[in-house]
């Protein structure tokens, strides 16, 4: 529960269960006290001053502080004891989610998922706007003046800009989520859908580690993620996450995945800054879960992953069959030149493939027995 920088990192356990209702509030220790510019920002972040304990803001808000203490901590939230450190927007928090609960909109652990949901990607979203530009923003440029007297007005100006933006973004991806999962073919597609899912991943980065110094290190996994990111929007998929030299994306049509993978590759490849890059996509049934993705298809492409070659794009047989099922490219050369030849013969436009597939050799993939993967390119 927020009290000036509070994100759960393993904190004391919390005392709030058995506090009984005229408990006095704890002091805090004279080197716990918040210092007076932190508070001031924090109050003009929150738009409130601290006045409630854990116990009193569960009890204004009509919930047991069991309850209230699973709700903070699944939002990431340090448990403070009974520390006055709590607004009225926490306990209108509270009253929200149980009342989703109490209206039978929500089950319990569903409220929990949507607490933990937004704590983590809002957490996430914090820290990469203070250290992507915050701080390069605040970085005194008039002696005398320290960064946290410069942040204040900067806040102050900043946040409700980017607030309304963060409703915006919001809204249109839920509109396109929703959108996906009313699109699905039955139900249990909703939940277990066929998906494209690809990893990309740098070339001997545990090498660049020890060579590069950390600020290079940092800027080159910044522009590599950003560069992916960008790619897999622009084409349509979903970027699932990063992780340092690593990207996983996801798209509904193979075509897309296809098309993003060879991107990717054709991109980098012409930065000289950047280490090669391989590339492995599988298609099949996929477990979405949190904004994240699992299941076999997912373990199947990464493992087409680690052993692509370097800028190669290496799939499974599923989505061979994919690419070849919409038309997207032939199941081999023959097929093709047989089917030219045949449209030549009627007067006709042979078919267009933008994709070709060529078949490598069967190997046993650790885990998921033997795999015959596919080497994707252009079409020439």
């Known amino acids: 529960m927020p009290d000036g920088a509070v994100r759960d990192t393993g904190a004391r356990e919390s005392a709030a269960a058995e506090a009984p209702e005229e408990a006095p509030d704890e002091a805090l220790d004279e080197e716990d006290q918040p210092d007076p510019i932190a508070l001031r920002l924090e109050q003009l972040i929150l738009g409130a001053e601290r006045r409630y304990t854990p116990f009193q803001a569960a009890r204004s808000a009509g919930v047991s502080v069991e309850l209230a203490t699973r709700f903070w901590r699944a939002m990431g939230f340090a448990d403070i004891g009974q ?78 800009e980017l607030e309304e933006f963060l409703v915006y973004v919001y809204r249109r991806q839920l509109a ?135 800028n190669a794009v290496l799939v499974d047989g599923a989505f061979a069959e994919e690419l070849s099922r919409t038309g997207e490219a032939p199941v081999s050369e023959a097929e093709a030149a047989e089917a030219a030849a045949a449209a030549e013969k009627e007067g006709e436009e042979p078919p267009s493939y933008r994709f070709a597939l060529q078949p490598m050799w069967q190997r046993p993939v650790r885990g998921l027995g033997v795999v015959e993967p596919w080497l994707l390119s252009r079409r020439a």
Do not use: C
């Open 176 to 310: 396109a989520a929703t959108g996906r999962v009313v699109q699905a073919a039955d139900d249990v597609e909703m939940v277990d859908r066929r998906l494209a899912v690809g990893f990309a991943d740098l070339v001997s980065f545990t090498r660049l580690t020890r060579r590069l110094e950390e600020e290079e290190l940092g800027e080159l996994v910044e522009a590599f993620e950003t560069t992916a990111a960008d790619l897999v929007a622009a084409h349509g998929g979903r970027l699932i996450k990063t992780l340092g030299d690593e990207v996983l994306y996801a798209a509904d049509d193979a075509g897309i995945a296809a098309e993003i993978g060879l991107r990717l590759i054709e991109t980098l490849t012409h930065d000289e800054t950047m280490p090669e890059l391989r590339v492995g996509i599988a298609f099949g049934t996929v477990t979405t879960r949190m904004g994240d993705v699992f299941g076999t298809t997912v373990n199947l492409a990464s493992r087409l992953t680690s052993i692509a070659p370097k």
């Open 83 to 160: 520390a006055k450190a709590l607004t009225e927007a926490d306990v209108l928090a509270l009253r929200r989610l149980s009342g989703l609960v109490e209206a039978g909109l929500l089950s319990e652990p569903m409220a929990i998922q949507v607490a933990r949901s937004t704590g983590q990607t809002s957490a996430r979203l914090a820290d990469w706007q203070i250290d992507s530009f915050l701080e390069g923003l605040t970085d005194p440029q008039e002696t005398g003046m320290t960064r946290t007297e410069i942040a204040y007005p900067l806040v102050e100006l900043l946040l409700p």
